[in-house]
T-cell receptor, first 114, second 112 residues
Framework: EAQVTQNPRYLITVTGKKLTVTCSQNMNHEYMSWYRQDPGLGLRQIYYSMNVEVTDKGDVPEGYKVSRKEKRNFPLILESPSPNQTSLYFC?????????????FGAGTRLSVL | TQLLEQSPQFLSIQEGENLTVYCNSSSVFSSLQWYRQEPGEGPVLLVTVVTGGEVKKLKRLTFQFGDARKDSSLHITAAQPGDTGLYLCAGAHGGSQGNLIFGKGTKLSVKP
């Protein structure tokens, strides 16, 4: 089954404790992206990757890091989480072919930073 | 900053009623997508519209792309409780792979 898998689904942590949210897709998509979703603000893009070893900042990259060492994986790293990073996070992927821009989303990771 | 304004933000209706959700921008988009998101899940694509004036139907849902490709609408006929969810529009610019601009969404509740 074609899917984007995020782990964990729920995470409660404390300020300053480094964490990683993993994202994996099995559709051989070149493009992957991370979003955060906040009430009243909608979906905002954090980082995206056009292909392996190619990453770029989205609209709200501060406080986040990403890596793309393999095509299928795109982890989101919070080196020193802060309470304002409490949010619902989504990973998405898409192809670069005729269906570019059609994004497939994971089920989300709800993060609380205390 | 390119913006996609969705209206209304919230909509609560009775089963069987019709409704329209709007997505407006001052920017021209090469394509526009509509997603539906249910609680605890990620957004799922409903439709992509590409040509100005294009109309697409998906059962009781009708999507229209404005002639100038700056706006879109989603019309639901005879809404059902299963239509409940968050509806998101997202615009793409030609050549910018995957860099979608999302509206803030319309939260629809259809009561039996």
């Amino acid at each position: 089954e074609a899917q984007v898998t995020q782990n964990p689904r729920y995470l409660i942590t404390v300020t300053g404790k480094k964490l990683t949210v993993t994202c994996s897709q099995n559709m051989n998509h070149e493009y992957m992206s991370w979003y955060r979703q906040d009430p009243g603000l909608g979906l905002r893009q954090i980082y995206y990757s056009m292909n392996v070893e190619v990453t770029d900042k989205g609209d709200v990259p501060e406080g986040y890091k990403v890596s793309r060492k393999e095509k299928r994986n795109f982890p989101l790293i919070l080196e020193s989480p802060s309470p304002n990073q409490t949010s619902l996070y989504f990973c998405a992927s898409s192809s670069t072919g005729t269906e570019k821009n059609i994004q497939y989303f994971g089920a989300g990771t709800r993060l609380s930073v205390l | 900053t390119q913006l996609l304004e969705q209206s209304p933000q919230f909509l609560s209706i009775q089963e069987g009623e019709n409704l329209t959700v709007y997505c407006n921008s001052s920017s021209v988009f090469s394509s526009l997508q509509w997603y539906r998101q249910e609680p605890g899940e990620g957004p799922v694509l409903l439709v992509t519209v590409v040509t100005g004036g294009e109309v697409k139907k998906l059962k009781r849902l009708t999507f229209q792309f404005g002639d100038a490709r700056k706006d879109s609408s989603l019309h639901i006929t005879a809404a059902q409780p299963g239509d409940t969810g968050l509806y998101l529009c997202a615009g793409a610019h030609g050549g910018s792979q995957g860099n979608l601009i999302f509206g803030k969404g319309t939260k629809l509740s259809v009561k039996p």
